[in-house]
């Protein structure tokens, strides 16, 4: 299981890359605002269950949406108007360990920030994927949720550099390897700033279904490693 934490609009595109494995994706962003993921993975028009659901035994997994282009990939909303400190950590722990009965992996799309939503996915997550941009702000942001990881004991934490631009990243003097020692968590992957991210949600397609290209192709890569296969960053930053 994993969570994803701050900034999850790539998110789909490694979601879809996993299309060779059985897994469910948790959208565990507890705020109504960020119900968004199902736009990203193509699934806006199709009906979604929440989590909190099923953690309170009113639906079971298998009742879980299925993706219709990709059907190793199920799907639980968030839940709406639902605060996070709400949700009993018991039932949301005890929904994962059934989910992974069923499932390789178990993807939970965690809020930005370090407050209870991030924290109730975090508690129950294996391995965690910080995902950040490569502004000071959001580099600060990502070290503070590390240092919070660490004090919850969680060892296997990795960086995402989202939306990179390389043009933009050298009139700030910004290397990949200076966000690393800023943040202080060793590297999963580099994500370039793509235009069709955005193209892809608007024609309700999943990133990897609309292009292989550009962010599809990184997080292609990303998925792969995660897999635990050897796969090279691509140039350099």
Known sequence: RMVVHHDSVHHSGFVISFVDAQYISFDS??????????????LSDVGAISFLDVCRGEYSLDLATAHPVFPNLRFL??????????????????????ARKHFHYVLLDAPAGIEAGFRLAAKAADRVILVTGAD???IRDAKQAADLLELMGKSHVRLIVNRINIKMAAAM????????????????????EDRNVVLSAAFRQPLLG?????????CRRIAKRI?????PVPGSL
């Open 29 to 42: 962003v507890i705020e109504c605002s960020g119900r968004y993921l199902d736009f990203f993975l193509g």
């Open 77 to 98: 909303t968030a839940p709406m108007n639902c605060p996070a400190d709400a949700i009993d950590p018991l039932d949301f722990a005890q929904m994962l360990n059934e």
């Open 136 to 138: 000071p702000a959001s």
């Open 173 to 192: 003097n910004m290397t990949v390897d200076d966000i690393m020692d800023q943040s202080g968590v060793p590297l999963l992957g580099i994500v370039p």
């Open 210 to 218: 609309y292009t292989r290209k550009g962010a599809a192709a990184a």
């Open 227 to 231: 897999q635990g296969y050897t796969v």
